[in-house]
């Protein structure tokens, strides 16, 4: 029985703000969800989102409809919390809040059956991941000494052991030409994807995608905006180069809709935002029965690296060979004390390969000390039993009726 539900809502102030095409970051905020059951086992979740949002609609909405409910159902409880948003929350924050949920019940599952998440998703086919680097976010420089910047900051990657690198683009095309092709010449055996951040409209898609793909980019990432997804055919049959896209999508039934119009490669669902890991498993499905690939987006901190990586682990390649051409897992590499200071045990990446933790669970773990140095606000809700208010207790007797 689910005992509690906690949230901690996460800042850190940079020392220098990063950009990518849509605006600069100057402050890290994070979510993350901690759920304790009855046994005193702990689960950990993680929210991508607006965090303030994000939190309240734990603490508000979702946290008093799973109080008091077996933490084992956890398929049962995101349907739970799914139907009783559907009406205005099948998309946005309230599902990235439904993420962290889902993704903190899989870990508390994991150790209650003293078992890893990449089991509970089937089974590992792999038991390390290959990562490439996220970075090369733009900074307040004049563009050729930000391209310089840039370049040494890759070099910095490559020298760290990391075969394979994501940049940014959608800064203006004259400089997104310039620094692909800069890319490419600079590191000549390095495997390049590019991501613009729904920069571009068509026309301009078309163009730098003939670009990259002169120059053997692997893929382009979210060359269009999200919000016409009909375009993704036009894009693909004009260039020769596979598109990525998903982080902004939600939910087996968003990204149906998302991939059924064609002309998307590699879906990206973002297990701390699209559904959670549950979810995760269910857009994978519906990709692979397209034949598309699904590598999951990777931002914030070690829970949904974790997550990610359990979730490479026990990934399929389409159509599949002797040999295929493995995942890769996004390693987001720009500054993060919340990332890389606050966890007592962490994922162990060595020379750009991800290790698939064996522990119970996710196999990360927050150190509380610290993260308590970044909390700005935690909230909390506890089952009290016979002390419920009516209304609680109506939602206890229904609780019981499903369970």
């Known amino acids: 029985m689910i005992e509690c539900i906690r949230t901690y809502r996460l800042q850190h102030k940079l020392n220098e703000s990063f950009g990518f095409s849509q605006w600069h970051y100057d402050t890290r905020n994070q979510l993350l969800v901690e759920i304790i059951d009855q046994s005193g086992a702990v689960g950990w979740g ?9 939190q309240n609609a734990i603490d508000t909405f979702y946290a008093p409809l799973l109080l008091g409910w077996d933490p084992l159902k956890n398929e049962a409880a995101w349907q739970h919390c799914w139907r009783a948003s559907l009406d205005f929350a099948m998309k946005g924050p309230m599902m990235g809040a439904i993420s962290g949920i889902d993704m903190a019940l899989m870990d508390l599952k994991g150790k209650r ?7 509970l998703m089937g089974g590992r086919q792999r038991d390390s991941v290959e990562c490439y680097a996220t970075g090369m976010y733009f900074r307040r420089q004049p563009e050729e000494q930000l391209l310089e910047t840039i370049l040494q900051e890759a070099g910095d990657y490559v020298r760290n052991g990391y075969k394979a690198m994501k940049i940014k683009v959608g800064k203006n095309m004259a400089f997104d030409k310039k620094m692909a092709i800069a890319f490419r010449e600079t590191f000549p055996d390095t495997r390049l994807m590019a991501d613009s951040n729904h920069a571009y409209d068509l026309p301009e898609a078309i163009e730098i995608g003939h670009v990259l793909a002169e120059h053997d980019y692997k893929w382009f990432e979210e060359p269009l905006s999200p919000i016409h997804p009909e375009l993704f055919r036009q894009l693909s049959d004009k260039v020769n180069i596979p598109i990525a896209t998903g982080e902004c999508e939600q939910t087996r039934y968003g990204f149906q809709n998302l991939l059924k119009h064609g002309g998307v490669q590699i879906a990206q669902p973002d297990l701390a935002y699209c559904g959670g890991p549950t979810e995760a498993l269910k ?3 519906i990709a692979a029965s397209m034949g598309i690939n699904t590598i999951a987006h990777c931002w ?11 979730f490479l682990a ?6 599949g060979r ?10 987001d590499l720009t500054p993060n004390p919340m990332r890389d200071e606050m966890y007592a045990v962490e994922v162990e990446i060595v020379n750009g390969t991800a ?7 996710l196999g990360v773990e927050p150190d509380r000390t610290v993260l308590d140095r970044y909390c700005v606000q935690k909230t909390e809700k506890n089952y009290v039993g016979n002390n419920l208010s009516h209304a609680d207790q109506r939602r206890k007797d229904h609780h019981q009726e499903i369970v």
């Open 46 to 54: 993680e929210c991508y989102g607006p965090a303030t949002i994000t």
């Open 113 to 119: 059956l003293c078992t890893s998440v990449s089991e």
């Open 283 to 285: 857009i994978r499905a």
């Open 300 to 310: 914030g901190t070690q829970l949904n690296l974790a997550s990610a990586v359990h």
């Open 314 to 319: 026990t990934t399929y390649i389409e159509p």
């Open 322 to 331: 002797a040999e295929v051409t493995e995942p890769l897992l996004e390693r």
């Open 355 to 361: 290790k698939v933790p064996t522990a119970p669970g």
